[in-house]
């Protein structure tokens, strides 16, 4: 239930993030280090495991940081028609 929580947030700050700058390299990096920041306040509260929780917390993030500068649009909600 956490690791979604920590999940859908991170997706939003970043797809936040992703709006207001219009940066590839600041767009990846962001996504890295919210998902680090979260991963280890999961990892913290475990109380180790922090590799184990990192890693794929960090690579998570800088994957959608990605996704969100390449593939987002900057327009409202597109319908079909």
Do not use: D, N
């Not at 992703?18 to 991963?39: E, N």
């Not at 913290?44 to 800088?62: N, S």
């Not at 969100?68 to 597109?78: E, I, K, L």
């Amino acid at each position: 239930m956490g690791s979604t929580f920590k999940g859908i947030l991170a997706g939003v700050l970043i797809g936040v993030f992703a709006r207001k700058v219009h940066s590839l390299a600041l767009g990846v990096v962001f996504g890295l280090a919210v998902g680090l920041f979260f991963a280890f306040l999961i990892a913290h509260m475990q109380h180790g495991y922090y590799f184990e929780i990192m890693l794929p917390g960090g690579m998570v993030g800088l994957i959608v940081g990605y996704a969100t500068q390449r593939y987002g649009s900057s327009g409202g909600v597109q319908h079909a028609r």
